[in-house]
């Protein structure tokens, strides 16, 4: 089992940042893909960016050069740094976790975040 902990969303002005934070526990050590998707009010999720752990990057096109996906191993955490946000970028974020030994995704909770003026 894996448990995925999102935090760090909240309220934003359009032109804002935000760095949302995804901590990892359990079965991770066999190796996957980490990442952040989606959900905004009314439309399916989507993806937003991966990464593995060989440390390859995989970004959505239309939001590359504003969100940054990083990672600290020793901390199992996963991080998103969302930069110039937009009214459009309002959505839930949902952490998860595509485990290679189980074939299969874990999901976080989400963290909600509200762009806005």
């Known amino acids: 089992q894996v448990q995925l902990v999102e935090s760090g969303g909240g309220l934003v002005q359009p032109g804002g940042s935000l760095r949302l934070s995804c901590a990892a526990s359990?079965?991770?050590?066999?190796?996957?893909?980490m990442g952040w998707y989606r959900q905004a009010p009314g439309k399916q999720r989507e993806f937003v960016a991966t990464?593995?752990?060989?440390?390859?990057?995989s970004y959505a096109s239309s939001l590359k050069g504003r969100f940054t996906i990083s990672r600290d191993s020793a901390k199992n955490t996963v991080y998103l740094h969302m930069n110039t946000l937009k009214p459009e970028d309002t959505a839930v974020y949902y952490c998860?976790?595509?485990?290679?030994?189980?074939?299969?995704?874990?999901w976080g909770q989400g963290t909600q975040v509200t762009v806005s003026s």
């Open positions: 998860s976790f595509w485990s290679n030994a189980e074939g299969t995704y874990y």
């Open positions: 359990g079965s991770i050590f066999s190796g996957g893909v």
């Open positions: 990464i593995d752990s060989g440390g390859f990057l």
